[in-house]
């Protein structure tokens, strides 16, 4: 009887603390991330990315939306067809040559897995961080759940899809494995911002490997700290890893790349997402 009563003291606890952001989250399309839009700190701790020139291997295709609008995906095909898919989804910089590097390099690395890099900007890119911070907070989240479900029907009814996205694209990465309900098979967040509502985590169905960087001042051990609090509560398996590193550290077009905590978070993430697609 103690122990039943200690956990709903538990969750009621939780549930209060993330109705004391909603509000806040709610005016600005219900993407936690998107409090940093106003955050003249956050956007000037994502200075201009080096520009590159990449010719990718993928292929632009349109798919429809439920709301009855186009979206774009940039797609690299499994041969011969497959069920397993990974939605890679892009920093807040919008969906960029280094997404589509970054999406070639995991379908090299995966095998016979298609993978797919879903555009939540709508076509919209930038390297400018005030107006990347504008673009963050332009699409709604309806809008950009409809594109995640565009391409949650392409993958189809057997599909099993697992995510992986950066800073924005983190935060997403969740939201998509969300979204994906039972065909959801693992979820990678590179330092985003997770929910904070158990109500919105209660759908997930697949495990997550959270990749965070010790010197980031948004997405900190507190921020993490109370997701896995969440996580405990709704019997979700969270698993965190934390590098001597900043936010966006694993990105080589970025000033704050460290080489080396990159190539040992993108070695957990690999093994974790050939694992989850049985590769």
Not at 64 to 83: F, I, M, Q, S
Not at 91 to 104: A, F, M, S, V, Y
């Amino acid at each position: 009887m103690k122990k039943i009563f200690l956990y709903s003291f538990a969750m009621l606890a939780i549930l209060s603390l993330s109705r004391c952001t909603s509000d806040v989250v709610a005016e600005q399309g219900g993407d936690a991330m998107s409090k940093f839009t106003a955050d003249a700190n956050f956007i000037n701790a994502h200075e201009v990315p080096q520009s590159i020139d990449y010719q990718g291997r993928g292929k632009m295709i349109d798919l429809r939306a439920p709301d009855g609008k186009l979206t774009k995906v940039y797609v690299v095909k499994a041969e011969p067809r497959t069920t397993k898919f990974l939605f890679v989804i892009h920093e807040w910089w919008g969906l960029n040559d280094q997404i589509k590097r970054e999406t070639d390099r995991l379908a090299d690395s995966l095998g016979n897995v298609t993978v797919m890099a879903l555009d939540l900007y709508d076509g919209k890119m930038t390297d400018n961080p005030d107006e990347a911070g504008k673009l963050m907070g332009s699409v709604t989240q309806e809008r950009r759940e409809a594109i995640v479900k565009a391409a949650l029907s392409y993958a189809g009814k057997d599909g099993e899809v697992a995510t992986i996205g950066w800073c924005f694209g983190g935060g997403w990465s969740l939201r998509s494995s969300i979204l994906a309900d039972v065909h959801g098979v693992g979820c990678v967040i590179y330092y985003g911002m997770p929910v904070e509502k158990a109500e919105e985590l209660a759908p997930l169905n697949c495990d997550v490997l959270g990749i965070y960087a010790k010197q980031d001042k948004w997405i900190n051990e507190d921020a993490i700290g109370k997701f896995e609090a969440l996580a405990k509560a709704t019997n979700k398996r969270v698993e965190s890893h934390w590098f001597e590193a900043d936010h966006a550290f694993a990105n080589p077009t970025s000033p704050r790349y460290n080489e080396a905590a990159a190539q040992e978070a993108n070695k957990l993430a690999l093994a974790f997402l050939r694992k989850k697609l049985g590769n």
